[in-house]
Nanobody, 116 residues
């Protein structure tokens, strides 16, 4: 079955960096676009970044543009999110999402906390 397992979250000071990874299994990874979403306390889930099947095109939320970079390695079935210049407002649970045509699949999430 489809499995998405995120890792790399944690506590970081403002201005710091983190790299999130999502390990995928149970499907042909290169056949689907992948995304990272986040959900802050008391807020809805929002799209952070998206990458197409072969990584030729990426999209970012305006709030993270220039600071975050999404990438994928289809040989390793993995999608990463490099987060630089982190701000307290980036604090959230970050989720990996696989965009199948009929339905999507979510990972369990990883907590990112930006605080001094």
């Amino acid at each position: 079955q489809v499995q998405l397992v995120e890792s790399g979250g944690g506590l970081v000071q403002p201005g710091g960096s983190l790299r999130l990874s999502c390990a995928a299994s149970g499907f042909t990874f290169s056949s689907v676009a992948m995304s990272w979403y986040r959900q802050a306390p008391g807020k809805g889930r929002e799209l952070v970044a998206r990458i197409t099947r072969v990584g030729g095109r990426t999209n970012y939320a305006d709030t993270v543009k220039g600071r975050f970079t999404i990438s994928r390695d289809n040989a390793k079935n993995r999608v990463d999110l490099q987060m630089n210049s982190l701000k307290p407002e980036d604090t959230a649970v970050y989720y990996c999402y696989a965009e199948f045509p009929a339905a999507g699949y979510w990972g369990q999430g990883t907590q990112v906390t930006v605080s001094s």
